[in-house]
């Protein structure tokens, strides 16, 4: 049996949207989801334990991070990435590419691989298809990502066509250099920036290569909304049905929605747990940030509509006092709330689509977040 299998719930009369579940070693993951991320084998100030308290089923971990600190070959000496971690839930890996991309000031990219250098020393380093894989099997995910590349945007049309030629290439090798598909399932990457030519050929190709599940990468990287929205209306229905599609790298609440009623499955994002450190939190009446002075009196919780642990038993002025003297309970306190913020709302949007309603619920949310009034900030 593969070690990854989509099973299709149903789909919203309403939106089209889909309510599936993902099996995996490790578990099944309720579909549409928000997966927490844990680059470093950690979600930020969070406990395995508290992740589960508040309904998480699946976490993100870095490929690329986990080999520089403390390296791949630790993590494998050590059981793999969820004995290490003490988590045994499923784990996504991503392949490491985006932070190449990213992190890297100087990068050279060949049909090799890519060389560039250590965020951290400058040392110089050189990351494959084959490597990538080799590191994901060293930390043992059940979700493994196809190592891409990941071109900016915006990015004229000819550089764009080349780039998905060699993404596409590059899953291939990945494909014949995936050494444990009995128990990892290795995805491949939709690019093709906002060309829809181009979207409809990497997942052409992609799809004859017949991976368990499908990513679209590319996207949340400084484009509008619209245009994302629009991307994704162009490309999923090039996906096969049987088969999650993973949209990497977004969590803004608005776009979780909006991608679920254009047929993503799975979501991923480092946004709840940044902002929280910062101060600013997710509720039922749109974003807020704790640090301003009119919460300082305030002894009412984030969110009166939310039961986390945190809305259960601290108030603003409280978690406004740990945040202003930087205090590490705070940060724990608004990132549990923002992480269960989001958990629920992928509740709410599941149960929606359960009664072909999630249109409706969309226009509701968004009415009540804030999202639909005049220079609204999405986050």
Known sequence: MAAIRYELIKTCKQTGARLGRVHTPHGTIETPVFMPVGTLATVKTMAPEELKDMGAEIILSNTYHLWLRPGHDIVKE????????????????????????????????????????????????????????????ALGSDIMMAFDECPPYPAEFDYMKKSVERTSRWAERCVNAHQRPEDQGLFGIVQGGEYEELRKQSARDLISLDFPGYAIGGLSVG?????????????????????????????????????????????????????????????????????KAEYARDFSPLDENCSCYTCRNYSKAYIRHLIKTNEILGMRLTSYHNLHFLIKLMEQVRQAIREDRLGTFRDEFFESYGFNKPNAKNF
């Open 78 to 137: 050590a059981g793999g990435l969820h004995k290490f971690m003490n988590w045994d839930r499923p784990i996504l890996t991503d392949s490491g590419g985006f932070q190449v991309f990213s992190l890297s000031e100087f990068r050279k990219i060949e049909e090799e691989g890519v060389h560039f250098r250590n965020h951290l020393n400058g040392d110089k380093l050189f990351l494959s298809p084959e490597k990538a894989m080799d590191i994901q099997n």
């Open 223 to 291: 484009e509008p909304k619209d245009v994302m929205n629009r991307v994704l209306e162009f490309t999923t229905p090039w996906l096969p049905t049987d088969k999650p599609r993973y949209l990497m790298g977004v969590g803004s609440p608005d776009s979780l929605v909006d991608g679920a009623i254009r047929g993503v499955d799975m979501f991923d994002c480092v946004l709840p747990t940044r902002i929280a450190r910062n101060g600013t939190v997710m509720t039922s009446i749109g974003r807020l940030n704790i640090k």
